[in-house]
């Protein structure tokens, strides 16, 4: 897939204020400061589309963008992360109701992409959240964040600690994407998931 255009559509807080559910979209979630926004903007070759922060919890809202307006279009969305993020507790649970309403609910949703930061063991945050998309029947993928940071060895050694764990209660693994912002390591295969979803997308009625 080629990316023509990407342009920021909306940020909403709710489910209702998001834009109309007529082409199919692609949710990016992770711990903050997993490098979600890097990997945006290196996906779409469009720097500073999503942005960028050394502060962890930046994005509060659910940003829509539009990728490919007038040829086979699609929703890239920006989601805020979850975990450590410096706001009150009031506002984290506020986002974590309309980030699981929107999750839940919205019709055009083809995949999450849960994004997860290579150098380090599992979390139990991203262990918990993708539970809960496998228990709610939502289709998710993992991409492992920067890559490039760690050398082959040890990224090979952290996902088996990662495919161990899950498999303690999963009987297969998602689809997993090894990813890097600055390299361009798997943008390929996240267009190619997209690709071959939107080929089965029905608009909602």
């Known amino acids: ?11 909403s807080t709710s489910l209702s204020a998001c834009p109309p559910p007529r082409w199919p979209e692609y949710a990016f979630i992770g711990r903050s400061n997993v490098g979600k926004s890097s990997l945006i903007n290196a996906i779409t070759q469009r720097k500073g589309l999503a942005k960028t922060s050394q ?10 963008f539009i ?20 706001t009150s507790k009031k506002l984290r649970e506020s986002w974590q109701g309309f980030i699981h309403s929107y ?8 995949c999450v992409f849960v994004l997860i930061d290579s150098r380090h063991e599992p ?21 492992f964040t920067k890559t490039d940071k760690l050398s082959e060895t040890a990224l090979g050694r952290n996902y088996a600690h990662y495919e161990n764990k899950m498999l303690e209660e999963w009987t297969s693994m998602p689809p997993v994407i090894l990813s890097s912002a600055e390299t361009g390591r798997g943008k390929e ?3 190619a998931l997209v690709t071959k979803a939107n080929a089965s997308f029905i608009p909602p009625r």
């Open 123 to 143: 979390q139990e945050n991203d262990l918990a959240f993708m539970r809960w998309l496998g228990t709610s029947g939502i289709p998710f993928a993992m991409v």
């Open 103 to 110: 999750i839940l609910k919205r019709e055009s949703l083809l």
């Open 67 to 86: 990728i490919n307006r007038e040829g086979a279009a699609w929703y890239l969305v920006d989601l805020p992360g979850y975990g450590y993020a410096k």
């Open 1 to 11: 897939m080629e990316i023509s255009s990407a342009e920021f559509v909306s940020s």
């Open 55 to 64: 502060t962890p919890g930046k994005t509060q809202c659910i940003n829509h």
């Open 189 to 191: 295969e996240i267009l």
